[in-house]
């Protein structure tokens, strides 16, 4: 079956501009989650939803960050006001509950100029 | 704050070879621990996962171990192929299993 499909791959944008990372989760998968990863560095969580609600924030560095699933299914994050830091790869990793494995998608890599 | 950390950060072995990664966390208190691996430029692929009540998980050639007592776990590789070569990062399922806590990860390089 499909997997988890990140949207889109590669996003190039410019400091203080609005970006919208998009992840598919695998179909049926309650629990989704968003990473980032940066050079040399082990993926850092951001944020946690469990169905439509975001059961878990603590990851999200600052208020610029925000995350969404209004469906329980297609969640987005978004980021405001970009910074040079915010430079690294999303990724998003959905699981059937929240203590099964979870599977990653291939990420978006953003770069901010 | 849980800490993993693993080690060597690089490996580099000769085709054939049997070879462990470790890993080690500085809070007992997991839900699971899981083993990935990570292609350059790829996302993660989940290779093992252990619950906090096992001992180790088994698949084909990898074999992984949990003390969770000690914070630690291994990683064996039997018999290792050149295609084995990627990064290899443990993770940690925090208590209440809302986030996994990474380590940054072992680079394996299996030459032929």
């Known amino acids: 079956g499909a997997g988890v499909s990140q949207t889109p791959s590669n996003k190039v944008t410019e400091k203080g501009k609005y970006v919208e990372l998009r992840c598919d989760p695998i179909?049926?998968?309650?629990?989704l989650y968003w990473y980032r990863q940066s050079l040399g560095q082990g993926p850092e969580f951001l944020i946690y939803?469990?169905?439509?609600?975001?059961?878990?924030d603590s990851g999200l560095p600052n208020d610029r960050f925000f995350a969404v699933r209004p469906e329980g299914s297609v969640s987005t994050l978004k980021i405001q006001r970009t910074e040079r830091g915010d430079s690294a790869v999303y990724l998003c990793?959905?699981?059937?509950?929240?203590?099964?494995?979870?599977?990653f998608g291939p990420g978006t890599r953003l770069t901010v100029l | 704050k849980q800490e993993v950390t693993q080690i060597p950060a690089a490996l580099s072995v000769p085709e054939g070879e049997n070879l462990v990664l470790n890993c080690s966390f500085t809070?007992?208190?997991?839900?699971?621990l899981q083993w990935f691996r990570q292609d350059p430029g790829k996302g993660l692929t989940s290779l093992l996962l252990?619950?906090?009540?096992?001992r180790e998980q088994t698949s084909g050639r990898l074999n992984a171990s949990l003390d969770k007592s000690s914070g630690r776990s291994t990683l064996y590789i039997a018999a290792s192929q050149p295609g084995d070569s990627a990064t290899y990062l443990c993770?940690?399922?925090?208590?209440?299993?809302?986030?996994?806590?990474f380590g940054k990860g072992t680079t394996l390089s299996v030459s032929s």
């Open positions: 990793a959905s699981s059937l509950t929240n203590t099964d494995t979870q599977y």
């Open positions: 179909s049926g998968h309650t629990a």
């Open positions: 939803f469990q169905g439509t609600g975001a059961a878990d």
């Open positions: 809070d007992s208190a997991i839900y699971n």
């Open positions: 252990i619950q906090s009540s096992q």
């Open positions: 993770a940690v399922n925090n208590q209440a299993g809302t986030a996994l806590i």
